[in-house]
């Protein structure tokens, strides 16, 4: 769950335009819950969320991001957020 808001709130910052709140979820930083047990596939959705943010962050600094670069962060997201319908199983790749 807390992947899926924290990427629907990246998508709202940014459809909205607001680059000091975008930059502010940006550089929040993931933290665990040590007495919660996640499972496989939302393990491997923080780790997708972390790089796609992370990427993110990057092209942000570069001034200068493809639009093909910017077009897959944002796609990416709204599969986070749950926008896009899943192509995958609830199987976990390892």
């Known amino acids: 769950m807390f992947v899926q808001q924290h990427a629907e709130s990246l998508l709202a910052a940014w459809v909205a335009g607001d680059a000091k709140y975008l930059e502010k979820l940006l ?3 993931f933290k665990e819950d040590p007495g919660k ?3 496989c596939l939302e393990q491997e ?3 997708l969320l972390e790089s796609v943010s992370f990427d993110l962050r990057s092209a942000l600094i570069s ?3 493809s639009a093909t670069r910017m077009q897959t962060i944002f796609q990416l997201l709204s599969h986070l957020a749950g926008r896009m319908p899943s192509r995958v ?3 976990c790749a390892a």
Request: net charge negative; proline share 13%; no cysteine.
């Open 27 to 29: 550089t929040i930083p």
């Open 37 to 39: 047990a996640i499972s």
């Open 45 to 47: 959705e923080r780790e």
């Open 63 to 65: 001034k200068s991001p």
């Open 89 to 91: 199983d609830n199987a």
